[in-house]
């Protein structure tokens, strides 16, 4: 068992960097290895998809979307942004839209940066997702650099520059503080570009990772594990 775990590790492991390199066949076939070997990777499969929808392989990640049956709000999210890089915007909606229709007084799952984003993919023209984060702000700041962009990104959609520009400030610093960073990551300066006019996005970049790069010691690392 300790030896399939190992290889599972190692297959994972390169099949982020086959994902990183632009090898989605041979990434695909590396996670199915890794699932296969350790059923513990089936409950990391947002990792899979996410990574493949936002480094360009949005189909390829929908079989892996379909599999995730236990967080349906996530896995709901981040399939509708699947179709919606694929040009099947009505579909997209529909997905979105099961999202915001959750009861989340009844709904166990943990998610809410996919619920609050479903909501601001949908235009959250009365503000519902925008007043989540605001709440969740005031229980609770302290290290919430996640909550203070998603804040960020809700009054960039209402057009409120100054409110947008002081939530990822403060995003940004919390994250320098918990070493995680120096500016707020790639990742979530995609939600801009999908969501802001390209004329708006020179007012946000300089608290953002605009630019896509593999560390190069992050390279060597996983490059030397995927050749035990």
Known sequence: DA????RALVANLAGMLALEQGDFEQAAALFEEAIALDPNYKQQ???IYSRM???GDPARAIAFVKRDQRNPIRSGF???LALDQLGESDEAIKHWQKVVNVDLATNEEPHLLEYILAHYYLGDAEGTGLGLVLNALQEE?????ALFLLAGVG????????NARTNFFTGMNQRRANGNGLLLPWESWNFLLDLLPEEDLATYAEFFETEHELA???AQGLTNRSSV
């Open 3 to 6: 030896r399939a775990r190992d």
């Open 155 to 162: 009054w960039a959609l209402r057009g409120n520059v100054e």
């Open 216 to 218: 190069p010691a992050a």
């Open 53 to 55: 929808i936002r480094l």
């Open 141 to 145: 700041t302290d290290g919430q650099w």
């Open 45 to 47: 499969l947002y990792r």
């Open 78 to 80: 981040w399939h509708g």
